[in-house]
C-alpha cells in the first residue's frame, strides 16, 4: 500500500514562529504536493513540486515555502505563522501522467495562535 | 479557471438505502478526469472512484458509481446499500494534464454524508 505520512499530526504555534511541516511517501512518486483543507472551501493547493528540488507555486501560495531536497520528502515552511494560517494541512503524492491518482496523508492540524 | 461545485454541505441516509451526491464543474477542457474522494472521520483521503472524460460509460466501483453528463458537467456519486462505514466527507475533483506531467487537481467543498442506523 502508498503510505505517505504526515510527521505532525496536532499543532499549536504562537503568531510570528516560524513552522516546518514534514510529509514523506515510500513509492517513489515523483510529483508531491500540499494543500489546505478549510470548511466550506474544499481543498486548495498551496505548492507542488514534480522533481527534487522543482517547485511550483499552487493557488494560494502567498506566507509559505517549501522545499524538496529528496524525492521522498516535501517540507512545507510557513515562515511567520499568522492566526489566518490555522488549519488543515494535507500532504500528497502521485506519479506522473494522468493514469495515476494523488494519495494522501492523514493530514495536520495546525492551530496559530 | 477550473470550478467544482458541490450544492449539498450535508446528507443523511438510512443504512441499506440509495444515496446521490451531485457535483458539477466548469471547464473549457476537453480532455480531463473527474474522481470522487472520500475522507472518513480518520481524516485520511482515498479514491472512491475515477472517470475518464473521454469514456462515455459511467465507472462502477462494486457499491458506487457514478453519473457522468459530459455535456452538462455534471457528475454525481450514487452509494447504493448505504454502509456505517460509509460515514464520510466526500469530495468531488477535476483533474487535468498539466505541465511537468503535473495533475492538477481541482476539489469542491465537499459534502458531509452521515449513515444513520
Not at chain 1, 505532525?8 to 516560524?18: A, D, H, N, P
Not at chain 1, 494560517?85 to 495536520?108: D, H, K, N, V, W
Not at chain 2, 455535456?71 to 447504493?80: D, G, T
Request: with cysteine; net charge neutral.
Amino acid at each position: 500500500d502508498v503510505k505517505v505520512t504526515q510527521s505532525s499530526r496536532y499543532l499549536v504555534k504562537r503568531t510570528g514562529e516560524k513552522v516546518f511541516l514534514e510529509c514523506v511517501q515510500d513509492m517513489d512518486h515523483e510529483n508531491m504536493f500540499w494543500y489546505r483543507q478549510d470548511p466550506g472551501l474544499g481543498l486548495r493547493l498551496i505548492y507542488f513540486s514534480y522533481d527534487v528540488k522543482m517547485k511550483e507555486k499552487g493557488d494560494i501560495p502567498e506566507g509559505y515555502s517549501v522545499s524538496r531536497e529528496k524525492k521522498e520528502r516535501f517540507s512545507l515552511i510557513l515562515e511567520s505563522a499568522s492566526t489566518n494560517q490555522t488549519s488543515m494541512y494535507l500532504c500528497a503524492s502521485s506519479f506522473r501522467g494522468p493514469e495515476y491518482t494523488i494519495y494522501f496523508g492523514e493530514g495536520s492540524w495546525l492551530t496559530v495562535v | 479557471a477550473q470550478t467544482v461545485t458541490q450544492s449539498q454541505p450535508e446528507m443523511s441516509v438510512q443504512e441499506a438505502e440509495t444515496v446521490t451526491l451531485s457535483c458539477t464543474y466548469d471547464t473549457s477542457e476537453n480532455n480531463y478526469y473527474l474522481f470522487w474522494y472520500k475522507q472518513p472521520p480518520s481524516r485520511q483521503m482515498i479514491l472512491v472512484i475515477r472517470q475518464e472524460a473521454y469514456k462515455q460509460q459511467n465507472a462502477t466501483e462494486n457499491r458506487f458509481s457514478v453519473n457522468f453528463q459530459k455535456a452538462a458537467k455534471s457528475f454525481s456519486l450514487k452509494i447504493s446499500d448505504s454502509q456505517l462505514g460509509d460515514t464520510a466527507m466526500y469530495f468531488c475533483a477535476f483533474m487535468k494534464h498539466g505541465l511537468y506531467n503535473f495533475n492538477k487537481f481541482y476539489f469542491g467543498s465537499g459534502t458531509k454524508l452521515n449513515v444513520k442506523p
